[in-house]
Nanobody, 125 residues
Framework: QVQLVESGGGSVQTGGSLRLSCAAS????????MAWFRQTPGKEREGVAA????????SYADSVKGRFTISRDNAKNTLYLQMNSLKPEDTAMYFC??????????????????WGQGTQVTVSS
C-alpha cells in the first residue's frame, strides 16, 4: 500500500513562489516514477511534471516549463515541486501521483495508481 501526503500549498500573489512536497509511505520509493498533476473545478486533471525513479529525467507541461521544477529526495521518500513566477492560471488543487511500473515520464492520469489527497494553490492577481 502506498500513501502520499501533499503539503506546501497556499495563497500567493502573481509572481510569487511556492514549494510543494509529497511525502510517500512506501518501501523502495526509489523504484517509483512520480508526477504532479493539477485540477480546477469542472476541468479534467492535467499533468504538470513527471520525474524518473532515479530523479535524472524530468518532463514538464508546456504551460509550466521554465517556471516549475520537479525533484525528489529518495533518501527522504519525498517528491517536490518548486513553483516560481506563479500566475493566476496556476490556481488549482495539486496532486502527487506514483506508480511502480515503468512509466516513461508519463503525465497521463491513467498511468498512475496511487494518488495523494491534494493541496490547494491559489494565485491572486
Amino acid at each position: 500500500q502506498v500513501q502520499l501526503v501533499e503539503s506546501g500549498g497556499g495563497s500567493v500573489q502573481t509572481g510569487g513562489s511556492l514549494r510543494l512536497s509529497c511525502a510517500a509511505s512506501v518501501i523502495a520509493f526509489r523504484d517509483y516514477c512520480m508526477a504532479w498533476f493539477r485540477q480546477t473545478p469542472g476541468k479534467e486533471r492535467e499533468g504538470v511534471a513527471a520525474i524518473s525513479p532515479g530523479g535524472h529525467s524530468t518532463s514538464y507541461a508546456d504551460s509550466v516549463k521554465g517556471r516549475f521544477t520537479i525533484s525528489r529526495d529518495n533518501a527522504k521518500n519525498t517528491l517536490y515541486l518548486q513553483m516560481n513566477s506563479l500566475k493566476p492560471e496556476d490556481t488549482a488543487m495539486y496532486f502527487c501521483a506514483a506508480d511502480a511500473i515503468p512509466c516513461g515520464l508519463s503525465m497521463r492520469v491513467n498511468t498512475y495508481h496511487y494518488w495523494g489527497q491534494g493541496t490547494q494553490v491559489t494565485v491572486s492577481s
